[in-house]
């Protein structure tokens, strides 16, 4: 029995809430990879869905807009014939005025099982996942500048499919690191597992220095960040997130930082080019890399309904 | 195909022998089929069983293997733990003569999860059950169409196929987890 629990786990180490890849071991991280091999199977069969969450009401709460993700969240679910409500919380009560804390009362009214909560502010899934009954789990579907697991997770997954594990690659991140939740699950799933070389790559307006402290090595300059990697990860530029000058232009963040065929040739001959989507083409990268042998964006999409599966039945099946 | 068995003790279920048994009686059901058999085993041990007879009988291809956990009825309690081995049916399924092959048969939870599991991916033209232990106790109406051995073991135990390095298999019985 340890003093201070993470919140994530029951006091048997079983995960009950996903809300960070920070502070998840590598047997945790390793399970819900494994546990997804399972399940990109599923859509090979005749029948699409299993039914290990019958019965289960999953909750999608996006106080934040992201269809994609919602999308892909709302899929997993239904093949674990979860029954799945969509609430587009933005628009309806929060509006209205309601607390985050009363909004969840009310859904657990409701008896939902899962919620998976977007939310612009850090900690937001947190402070639910402490205030919900013991039965019900809550899935981090990004958090402020904080974290977005299950994207990480599924980058993990995508980065072992094609590399095989992660004793001896070498990862870049490259973009705006800063505003990326993704950014920052990503680095703490990679050290955790294993990968002994993750770079952040950007310029020093969109690469905060405190990346070291995570194990990540700080690049300014392209060359350096993606020389001889396995492995690069471009983020978006957020341009929805982006107030003050941090750039002058984003035609001239991509004449620094844009990736196109000639600077990937920087990376090993074999390297994977990942993105969390959605791009923009022509900003942190180039159509022809985006379209390129290379590019693996879209095994990402598919790996990303596998691993949010993996994850809702991982989480449905402990108890607090 | 289903004279009753006397009940034997369970340590005196020698797997080698009883194995050769199930490849007899198979070698018989194969002759007679009016259509290609189609051995598909239950994961963990039946698996190691289905390969040896697909090998041993000279069938064609490779056999199917069926895992039960996305179909268990003991998901909330026990989760996703027995998840290492995932279904592979190496064959059109719809319309196959389908021989599932497990080690024991006990309570009949498995085949009914294993049945579903095998609908998910077309409709069988018949699936029928050979086992090398059949330990009685059922909760479901589940039966083998063929068992090579019978025995009684108290619900405490738990009875289970290994396979040393070589291949040869042996029954062991150990206490069922809490």
Redesign the interface.
Known sequence: MRIQRNPQLNANG?LIHLLSTEGLSKDVLTNIL??A??FV??SD???K????LRGKSVFNLFFENSTRTRTTFDIAATRLSADVINLDIARSSASKGESLLDTIDNLSAMAADIFVVRHNESGAPYLIAQHVAPHVHVVNAGDGRHAHPTQALLDMYTIRHFKGDFSNLSVAIVGDVLHSRVARSNIHALTTLGCPDVRVVGPKTLVPGDMAQMGARVCNDLREGISGVDVVIALRLQNERMSGALLPSAQEFFKSYGLTPERMQWAKPDAIVMHPGPINRGVEIASAVADGPQAVILSQVTFGIAVRMAVM??V???DA | MNTPLKARPASELNAESLYQELLQQMRVIVAKADSPVRLVGIASGGVWLAHRLQADLGLEGSAGVVSSSMHRDDFSTRGLSSMSVQTQLPFEINGANVWLIDDVLYTGRTIRAVLNELFDYGRPAAVKLAVLVDRGQRELPVEANLAIARSDLPATQLLELSRTEDGQLTFGIEATPE
């Open positions: 079983e494994d546990t091999t399972n199977s599923v069969r005749e029948v869905k299993v039914p290990l039945s991982i449905a099946s402990h």
